[in-house]
């Protein structure tokens, strides 16, 4: 196959077959062939790492760290500058070269003969070559597995990455990213060890949404229910969006007492749910929607937008000057606030420039209610019990996970409206917009959308249903009467399925579409031995649900 690119890791990828000129996100054929060496050249590093631990030689913290960043710049729609993939490519080298010094067994070393200094026109050769990128896998089985792999250690690097930044490791993670990075290099694999590879990733996906929660939870707080302006003030403001819960602390310790105010967008929205962060009386609301409807949104919000992780839209030449990045984010055009894990950053040029512009354009006005993480949810466990018990509620629906541009996602907002009335949605991630803003109601004080936080915090919706497993005494998971009905977009979202499928939860529906890197061989074993199916109709997917109910 000839082709500029090929990329097939989201959601929305061309004819859901793969991106082959330029890639649906905004990404360029440069940028992503720029992409596939820098994790090409990481599974180098990463054969090193392994091989340096067996013989007994310590990997430093910082190799962990910069290894983690390397799979986060890659998620989609994390970071559009060719220059911070050039620098990342030479620097990867680098170390990886360096590291070879101690190691004692260096044959049979995958790209050994690497070069480790070259220009920048011999390293876009080598990333266009057929050594790098998806399709060097022949075989379609293989290689569907193989990304499904790299693609949940992506996911799962980003969640690892969000702890790093507050101070939070689990080497027992780093080394086993690495040493599964490292197995992905093995030509003699089969099919069986990656199958069984797989499960291994979702293992350690729990362990790191398990990681974060902790992070999240000792330094912000436990989540709290928190009713959440939509509207806005009459002060100039500073929209945060991505990811990044030290980012928005640190803004808004930098921002307090300078009459700027300070709004979430999309996957911030949780911010508001945490103790610490919440106490912040200039941090007035959430603006918009979820990621995709920037455009329209960061143009009418008027101030300065700082995006502190994915998903970044590539930006109108209307307020890009107004945009701003920082962490894994980037974007040519846009200033880069520097700054790594643990390190305090200086906001001070998107404050003064906060200060010349207008206030917010008011879009939507009321409040959205969410906080509703594990521990929120298991202090009303009496109430959630005996609301069961009752029959007041008789099913739960996850619909967690992540939205996007294509039409065929107002299935959700169809769906959610449709659910009968004793029903409960639980969910986490920008799916939530969605339905979060419609009059579902509640179900004896409950209400019917329980919003655990972030996509991040999917590891809530697991706790509850584990807690739930235990309050009834079932022995199966799967004999909850809880529905996986879940949206997907990025890599962070494999990760999230994969830790479900470790702790043998079956029957997920998985839509708008399946993942275009699963090859048909792949989905049968996923059919076959988890129940994953796609999604229907709304009027179909009601009568499979709900049989009795119809």
Same mark, same amino acid.
């Given at each position: 196959m000839s082709n500029n690119m090929f990329c097939y890791q989201c959601q929305e990828t061309a004819g859901c077959v793969g991106c082959t000129k330029a890639g649906v996100c905004g990404k360029s054929a440069v940028l992503s062939n720029?992409?596939?060496?820098?994790?090409?050249?990481? $599974?180098?590093?990463?054969?090193?790492?392994?091989?340096?631990?067996?013989?007994?030689?310590?990997?430093?913290?910082?190799i962990n760290h910069f290894i983690t960043l390397n799979l986060f710049t890659t998620i989609t729609n994390a970071n559009f500058d060719d220059d911070v993939f050039y620098t990342r490519v030479k620097e990867t080298l680098n170390y990886k070269n360096e590291l070879m010094k101690s190691l004692k067994n260096t044959e049979n070393l995958p790209q050994a003969a690497l070069w480790s200094a070259f220009s920048n026109g011999e390293m876009k050769k080598k990333s266009e070559?057929?050594?790098?990128?998806?399709?060097?896998?022949?075989?379609?089985? &293989?290689?569907?597995?193989?990304?499904?792999?790299?693609?949940?250690?992506?996911?799962?690097?980003?969640?690892? =990455?969000? !702890?790093?930044?507050?101070?939070?490791d689990n080497e027992e993670i780093d080394v086993f990213m690495q040493e599964a990075f490292a197995k992905l290099l093995n030509d003699n694999i089969s099919l069986d060890e990656l199958v069984a590879l797989t499960l291994e990733t979702g293992k350690f996906g729990v362990d790191g949404m398990a990681l974060l929660d902790k992070a999240n939870?000792?330094?912000?707080?436990?989540?709290?229910?928190?009713?959440?302006?939509?509207?806005?003030?009459?002060?100039?403001?500073?929209?945060?969006?991505?990811?990044?819960?030290s980012d928005i602390e640190q803004l808004l310790k930098q921002t307090a007492g300078t009459g700027v105010d300070v709004y979430t967008h999309s996957e911030m929205l949780p !911010?508001? #749910? #945490?103790?610490?962060? =919440? $106490?912040?009386?200039?941090?007035?609301?959430? #603006?918009?929607?979820?990621?995709?409807?920037? $455009?329209?949104?960061?143009?009418?919000?008027?101030?300065?937008?700082?995006?502190?992780?994915?998903?970044?839209v590539p930006p109108k030449d209307s307020y890009k000057k107004r945009m701003f990045t920082t962490g894994a984010a980037g974007y040519i055009g846009c200033k880069h606030i520097e700054g790594?894990?643990?390190?305090?950053?200086?906001?001070?040029? &998107?404050?003064?420039?906060?200060?010349?512009?207008?206030?917010?354009?008011?879009?939507?006005?009321?409040e959205i209610v969410g906080g509703f993480a594990h521990n929120q949810v298991l202090a009303l466990a009496d109430k959630v019990v005996e609301a069961i018990k009752s029959g007041a509620i008789k099913k739960f629906v996850v619909m967690a996970g992540c939205d996007g541009r294509a039409k065929s996602?107002?299935?959700?907002?169809?769906?959610?409206?449709?659910?009968?009335?004793?029903?409960?949605?639980?969910?986490?991630?920008? !799916?939530?917009?969605?339905?979060?803003?419609?009059?579902?109601?509640?179900?004896?004080?409950?209400?019917?959308?329980?919003?655990?936080?972030?996509?991040?915090?999917?590891?809530?919706?697991?706790?509850?249903?584990?807690?739930?497993?235990?309050?009834?005494?079932?022995?199966? &998971?799967?004999?909850?009467?809880i529905i996986y009905n879940i949206a997907w977009y990025e890599q962070k979202a494999v990760i999230v399925l994969l830790s479900l499928l470790y702790l043998g939860v079956k029957n997920i529906h998985l839509g708008p579409t399946l993942p275009a890197f699963l090859s048909p061989n792949v989905v049968s074993v996923l059919v076959d031995n988890f129940g994953i199916a796609g999604i229907g109709t709304v009027e179909e997917d009601m009568k499979l649900f709900f049989s009795e109910e119809v």
């Open positions: 720029m992409q596939d060496l820098l994790i090409y050249v990481t $599974k180098g590093l990463c054969e090193v790492t392994t091989r340096l631990r067996k013989e007994g030689t310590k990997v430093s913290k910082e070559s057929n050594e790098v990128g998806v399709l060097a896998t022949e075989n379609e089985d &293989i290689r569907s597995l193989r990304e499904l792999i790299a693609y949940g250690l992506k996911g799962l690097a980003a969640y690892s =990455k969000h !702890a790093n930044t507050l101070g939070y939870t000792t330094t912000y707080g436990n989540p709290e229910i928190t009713n959440v302006n939509i509207g806005v003030g009459k002060k100039p403001g500073i929209l945060v969006s991505g990811h990044d819960l !911010a508001h #749910y #945490y103790p610490q962060l =919440k $106490k912040y009386s200039h941090l007035v609301g959430n #603006y918009g929607n979820a990621w995709w409807k920037q $455009k329209e949104e960061f143009e009418s919000f008027n101030g300065p937008i700082l995006m502190t992780t994915n998903c970044i790594e894990a643990g390190t305090k950053k200086d906001f001070s040029e &998107i404050i003064e420039l906060a200060k010349t512009c207008k206030a917010p354009t008011e879009i939507e006005s009321g996602r107002n299935y959700y907002t169809d769906f959610a409206q449709a659910l009968p009335n004793d029903t409960v949605i639980l969910t986490a991630g920008c !799916a939530k917009y969605k339905y979060n803003k419609l009059d579902l109601g509640d179900i004896g004080g409950i209400p019917r959308v329980l919003d655990a936080g972030q996509c991040n915090d999917s590891y809530s919706l697991a706790v509850i249903a584990l807690k739930l497993k235990e309050v009834f005494g079932l022995d199966d &998971i799967n004999e909850l009467p």
